[in-house]
Every structure is written in C-alpha cells, then in structure tokens.
C-alpha cells in the first residue's frame, strides 16, 4: 500500500433523538458560553432548535444565537458572528444545519482563534494557529463538512463580484457532530438531489487521482461501496425522505465521504470542485448542481490521462462491460451512466440547465479566477492550466 496520513477525530453522535445530547457533548468538549449559529426558518420551525436550547439549559450552558446563514455563506455574517462572540465572551460555536451553517461557523470559530486577524486571510493559505471549538447538529446530508477539514465562504465585492474560497486544514474539524437522520426527512426535493451529487463527488475527486498516488486496494474499494450506497439509496431517500434506512444510509455517506477515509493513499483531484466554485460564485448556483453540471465534461477532457482507472470505475461501480480491445469505450459508458443518474435525481449534466446566456466572455473570466492567486494549475489526476479550464467550461456549455 501507498504511504498516507489519516485524522479524523470528529466525534460521532449517530441515532435517533441524538440531538438530545448536545448539552452534554458542548460541556464535555470544554463549551461554556455558546453560539446557536443556524439558517433560516426551518430550524425553528421543526422545534429542533427549542430541543438544542433545551439541551443546553440542562446543562446550565448559556447561548446566544445567530441565523440567517445563506447558502454559499456570506463573509459578512461571518464576520457579524465573530464579533458578537467577542462581545458576549462565547467559547464555542454550535452549528444547526448542513454545510453551509457549518462553515460559517467554522470561519467564526477561526476568527475567534485570530482575534487580530482578517479571518478572510485564512481562506488564502494563511495556517490556521487556533480556533474556538466547533460543534455540529447535522439537519442536511450532503458537505460532510461535520467531520471534514473544509470551509467554503463566499466574500461580496463592492462591485457586486462574488469571490468564493476555502480552507482546507485540519486544524478546523469540529469535536463532535450529532447525527440523526430523523432531521434530514423535510428537505425540499432539488436540495436532496444536490447532496446526494455532492457526496457522490466527493468521492469521486478522490477516486480520480494521479496514477503515481493510486495503488490501495482498501481505500478504492470502500470508495466504490459509497459510490454504490448512493446510487441504491440516494434515489430511495429522494423519492420517499422519511424512510429512515435510506436516510441513515445517505446521512453516513456524506460523512465518510469527505473525511478522506475515501482519499487515503489517493492524492485526490478536486478540479470539478475549484471549476464548480466558480459557476456557483458568478451565478449562486447550487454547489451540488454546479459539480454536475461540469463532471462530465472534465471527466472526458482528463480522461486520456488513465483510461483504465475510469474503466475500473465503470465496471465496479456501474457493472459495465470491460472491453479489453477497446478500454476507453468502457470508460465513456461509465461516464455516460454517471450523468444518467445524475439526471434522474433531478440534477444538471451541462451548464444551460444552470444558467442559460453564459458566453465566452464569462467562462474566460471563471477560468481566470479558477487558476489565480497564487494558483498557476489545478487538479491531481490531469494539471490543468487556465486555458484547460476554459476549454472545460466551453465542453459544459454546449
């Protein structure tokens, strides 16, 4: 086996009524004074931040809270978060939500651990030194960022540009991430479909590494059992969301997904993602449906790269015939069925069924900002330069 580094001390609260047991966990991971960071209505509406603030009260914890968290998480609310932590002496961030609540967290919880620094700075590569502790109530299946080391924040310009950046290191995991699969049944039916997408591709980007990277057998074979758990369950769960076997299924899924027990000895790709970013900054597009609506494109751009690795794709996870005589068309019949079944959940294999209008003008400005910043290439399975990313917007565009 290839030589690799694993880390993932999230603690895992899994079950029914979990969420009962926040007050606990808050105290057993040092909280005293919390922040309730959340999104919208349905948090309050489904009782569960009554059952959050009633847990915390057992405990003699107090709290102050913060919503309005938005999907692609605004730095302005992060930074209103920091603040208000500042002035209320909290020393730990417990998320309500998916993703995008618990990045916004995560950054307050940076901005807390740097309280003379531009939290922004560390969306840049500046390393995270310390960070208030982070707890998680899980309410959607699909960043896995309640045991993964990501953040992804978005940051309005003056000019109304939408500049969209993470962190990727582990110095944010959260201590603990309760999970009941209970809270994921009430989510409308296109978000469902963009988790199951963006749990699906984050396995992907780690199953499409460079060739010199692959060689455990292990980690490719529970990758591909992710990949085939969400093609069995994801649809069963999108079609019928309260039926709890195949909400627990997709729920674990996003976990393990994304806290690299699917990379390891795989140096992962990640393209799809910093290509996705891009359309989901310009036009606030679903980041699920911005992956999709780019994958396929990628995958046929890259795929000359290692065509027997998306061959064995094809045939473990999608049964497809393997052609020795000719392994790419085993390869092309195994991206085709990943687009066909990100159709039939409901999700973008192109970008019209984004946004429609995008022109060369647009695609040359994502490409821009995809490869910049210190950034002269990105992805591990093929480097692309800007002009390859580009050509890959062009390819999603027809």
């Known amino acids: 086996m290839k030589s690799f580094d694993f880390y993932s001390p999230t603690e895992v609260v899994f079950g029914k009524d979990s ?20 999104g919208g209505k349905s948090a309050k509406k489904s009782g569960l ?31 209103e978060g920091i603040e208000l932590c500042k002035a209320e002496g909290v020393d730990f961030i417990l998320a309500v939500g998916g993703g995008s609540t618990i990045d916004s967290a995560k950054a307050i919880g940076v901005g807390l651990g740097h309280p003379d620094e531009d939290v922004w700075e560390f969306y840049f590569g500046k390393q995270v030194q310390k960070m208030a502790p982070v707890g998680v109530v899980l309410t959607i299946a699909a960043a896995g960022s309640e045991t993964s080391n990501s953040s992804v924040v978005t ?45 699906i591709m984050h396995t992907l ?16 074979r529970i990758a591909e059992s ?5 093609i069995q369950y994801g649809p069963q769960y999108l079609a019928t969301p309260d039926d ?42 679903a980041h699920g449906a911005t992956l999709t609506a780019v994958w396929g ?28 005589a000719d392994p790419e068309r085993t390869a092309l019949a195994g991206i085709a069925c990943t687009e066909k079944f990100f159709t039939s959940i409901g999700m973008p294999i192109n970008i019209p069924q984004i946004q429609s209008g995008v022109t060369e003008e647009d695609m040359a400005a994502m490409a821009d900002m995809c490869v910049s910043r210190g950034r002269t290439a990105i992805g591990g399975f093929k480097k692309l330069s800007r002009d390859d990313v580009y050509n890959i917007y062009v390819a999603a565009n027809r």
């Open 19 to 38: 969420e009962q047991q926040v007050g606990a966990l808050v105290k057993k991971w040092g909280g005293s004074k919390v922040l309730l960071h959340y």
């Open 49 to 79: 931040l009554d059952r959050v603030e009633a847990s915390l009260k057992a405990e003699g914890i107090p709290f102050v809270s913060l919503g309005g968290v938005q999907p692609n998480p605004r730095l302005s609310l992060i930074y």
């Open 155 to 199: 940051k309005v310009e003056e000019d109304g540009t939408h500049v969209k950046r993470s962190i990727d290191q582990d110095a944010i995991r959260p201590k603990f991430a309760v999970m009941n699969p209970e809270l994921i049944y009430t989510l409308p039916k296109y978000q469902i479909g963009c988790g199951i997408a963006d749990i």
């Open 205 to 220: 980007e780690r199953y499409f590494s460079a060739a010199e990277t692959l060689g455990n057998d292990l980690t490719d």
């Open 226 to 230: 992710v990949l085939k758990t969400m």
């Open 244 to 285: 709890y076997k195949a909400a627990s299924e997709v729920m674990w899924a996003g976990s393990i997904s994304h806290n690299n027990m699917t990379g390891c000895g795989n140096g992962g790709d990640f393209a799809t993602h910093l290509i996705g970013h891009e359309l989901s900054a310009r036009y606030d597009a």
């Open 297 to 324: 494109a990628w995958a046929r751009y890259v795929m000359s790269e290692n065509v027997l690795r998306f061959a064995q794709y094809a045939v473990n996870v999608w049964g497809c015939d393997f052609d020795s």
